[in-house]
């Protein structure tokens, strides 16, 4: 935790944001919320238990002690990777997943799942590279293909 972080955290626990630490954080609740002073909600039913909020702006309070990752793919970014893969043409991609691309708005293809019968969206692992770890080379893959990759990729269950 840097010097300003610290001294963020100690204002916060002197204005009776944080309590003890609990499970995940000095600045989450107990699961199921309430108790052990852990900070003050707004309202009744929390949207998201277990986050706590600003009295005096309603918004939520960030966690220190786990900072938002410093790698993002935007949404810009994405459709212009699916652009990019559309437009070669060693990509991999069929003439028709090309055509759905494009016809998307540069986003994924989609096809209807065998197993489950929803429909499902091409996505973008990054690879070899994971984006949490600073990765931006992208590859098309379908979700199961993506889970089997990537250990932090998970499907839905059945």
């Known amino acids: 935790m840097t010097e300003q972080e610290q001294k963020d955290f100690a204002l916060l626990a002197a204005l009776g944001f944080i309590g003890p630490r609990f499970g995940r954080g000095p600045l989450h609740a107990p699961p199921g919320g309430g108790g052990g002073g852990a900070g003050r909600r707004i309202g009744s039913g929390a949207a998201e238990p277990g986050r ?26 994405r459709r212009a990777e699916w652009k990019r893969l559309a437009q070669d043409p060693n990509s991999g991609l069929s003439d028709a997943h090309r055509a759905e691309i494009q ?15 929803e429909m499902e969206t091409m996505e973008l692992s990054h690879e070899p590279i994971p984006l949490r770890d600073g990765g931006m080379r992208v590859v098309p893959r379908w979700p199961a293909d993506h889970a089997l990759v990537d250990p932090h990729r998970h499907l839905k269950k059945p």
């Open 52 to 77: 706590l909020r600003n009295p005096a702006t309603g918004e939520f309070v960030s966690d220190p002690a786990n900072p938002p990752s410093p790698y993002v793919f935007t949404d810009a970014q």
């Open 103 to 117: 016809a998307r708005g540069w986003r994924g293809p989609q096809r209807k799942n065998r197993d489950t019968g």
